[in-house]
């Protein structure tokens, strides 16, 4: 097999949870892990690049490499919660529920859900932590008549868990958008991080066991605390 960086970078990162490395625990020297994998230290040191580019480590000058914190890795082809993908990675999830409220549609909603300007739509704001650290920002929208008095729920908790439970509305399948942009003042104090930082924009449509459209929500998710996987395959007849 010929171990390039890319086959390294793999074995390294694979070698960082089986070992259990923890955040900030220094990696043994490049002459140990060629020695370990049975390569060149040049190798190593492109490898050591290229999870120091995804997040993975860092290095700190005259000492060695170390291991970075663990970020939450979003997989874009399922569909599920923010506590469900944290949980995945072995993260743990804390949630402080800044308002929920009953709001006017406006046009933008109204056009949404497919409703008319003045009809009233919940809107939950909602600050997520990952293993203690502030990670992303949640506005989540919804029809206010599928949910009455959604307000007095424990929103700190599961809110899919609440559709379900108290209003057995069951959540099957989403479509989910992704952009990036820069952190407005309001935003980085919120997240506790600089303005202009990368924040990955997530917007999700949530549709129920019967199609309907239940939830718009936008989740701003800092970029240095998330990685985003999926996998893609050709269409037969489409090789080149």
């Known amino acids: 097999m010929r171990r ?9 990162r694979e070698y960082l949870e089986s070992a259990h490395i923890k955040e900030d625990q220094q990696l043994p020297s490049n002459e140990k892990l060629a020695e370990q994998f049975g390569v060149q230290k040049g190798t190593v040191r492109a490898a050591l690049e290229r999870l120091k580019e995804e997040g993975i480590v860092y290095s700190v000058k005259g000492v060695g490499t170390f291991a970075a914190k663990k970020k939450i890795l979003r997989n874009m ?15 743990t999830v804390s949630t402080k529920l800044l308002s929920c409220r009953v709001i006017t549609a406006g046009y933008t909603l109204a056009e949404e859900f497919n409703l008319p300007p003045w009809a009233h739509i919940t809107e939950i704001i909602r600050l997520r932590k990952v293993d203690e650290e502030t990670a992303a920002l949640e506005i989540s929208h919804i029809p206010a008549y599928l949910v009455p008095e959604l307000e007095s729920k424990p929103l700190a908790g599961s809110l899919y868990g609440i559709l379900e439970q108290e209003y057995r509305i069951r959540l099957t399948r989403g479509k989910q958008t992704m952009t990036v942009r820069a952190a407005d003042e309001k935003e980085a104090k919120l997240l506790k991080c ?4 990368a924040l990955a924009v997530m917007e999700m449509r949530a549709f129920d066991q019967d199609g309907q459209k239940v939830e718009y929500a936008c989740s701003l998710t800092r970029g240095d ?3 985003f996987t999926s996998i893609l395959r050709m269409e037969e007849g489409e090789r080149i």
């Open 4 to 12: 390039d960086k890319f086959y390294l970078s793999d074995r390294i």
């Open 77 to 91: 082809e399922r569909f599920e919660s923010f506590s469900q993908m944290a949980q995945q990675n072995g993260s």
């Open 194 to 197: 600089s303005q202009g930082d």
């Open 225 to 227: 605390r998330c990685r």
